[in-house]
């Protein structure tokens, strides 16, 4: 079955940095888009990034744009999230997503458990 | 940027109750729009694609309807199983973007 599970999460001071990482199985990796989303706990869902199944497009929501960067390797079936410039409000807790296109929907459609980033002086 | 809303942002219902929450959006949103369910720890899942399409292995208890910038959400005879937090979600194609609501908790 699809399990997606992530990685690198933890406690870094403002302004820090932190990857995370995304070990993906049970499905083909280099076909699907992948995604992060973050939700700061006890508030709701926020959508972060997403990548191509290439790797060749990628777009930011405003509030990581400059700071986040997505990536992927396909031969280590990973996704990847470099997060620099960290502040007070990117604690949350980060998901890995899978990002599937069918015809013309799209949706989130396999999530990882989640790992908590707290950032914190 | 289309903001999403729900209502209303929590209830209380029964087990055998229906239940019907509201997702309303900003702008005009076809019918990009699909709906997750969330428990306490846990991360969310896919319920409902595209308004009213069952994602795999979904009860038909669930359901959803409406375009445009109005839409619901509903389940018929609330099971147990079911007390969890709900939330729509808007996409973009062009260009590509995402929204969720802020959520709508089911409680006993």
């Known amino acids: 079955q699809v399990q997606l599970v992530e990685s690198g999460g933890g406690l870094v001071k403002p302004g820090g940095s932190l990857r995370l990482s995304c070990t993906t199985s049970?499905?083909?990796?280099?076909?699907?888009?992948m995604a992060w989303i973050r939700q700061v706990p006890g508030k709701g869902l926020e959508w972060l990034s997403f990548?191509?199944?290439?790797?060749?497009?990628?777009k930011y929501a405003a509030s990581v744009a400059g700071r986040f960067t997505i990536s992927r390797d396909s031969a280590r079936n990973s996704l990847f999230l470099d997060m620099n410039g960290l502040t007070v409000e990117d604690t949350a807790v980060y998901y890995c997503?899978?990002?599937?296109?069918?015809?013309?929907?799209?949706?989130?459609?396999?999530w990882g458990q989640g790992t908590l980033v707290t950032v914190s002086s | 940027d289309i903001q999403m809303t729900q209502s209303p942002s929590s209830l209380s219902a029964s087990v055998g109750d229906t239940v019907t929450i509201t997702c309303q959006a900003s702008?005009?949103?076809?019918?990009?729009l699909n709906w997750y369910q969330q428990k306490p720890g846990k991360a969310p899942k896919l319920l409902i694609y595209?308004?009213?399409n069952l994602h795999t292995g979904v009860p038909s208890r669930f359901s959803g309807r409406g375009s445009g910038t109005n839409f619901t959400f509903t389940i018929s005879s609330l099971q147990p199983d079911d007390f969890a937090t709900y939330y729509c979600?808007?996409?973009?194609?062009?260009?590509?973007?995402?929204?969720f609501g802020p959520g709508t908790r089911v409680d006993i």
């Open positions: 997503v899978r990002d599937r296109h069918y015809r013309d929907s799209r949706m989130f459609d396999s």
């Open positions: 049970g499905f083909t990796f280099s076909q699907f888009y």
């Open positions: 990548i191509s199944s290439s790797g060749s497009t990628r």
């Open positions: 702008q005009d949103v076809s019918v990009f």
């Open positions: 595209d308004v009213f």
């Open positions: 979600q808007h996409y973009d194609h062009l260009p590509p973007g995402f929204a």
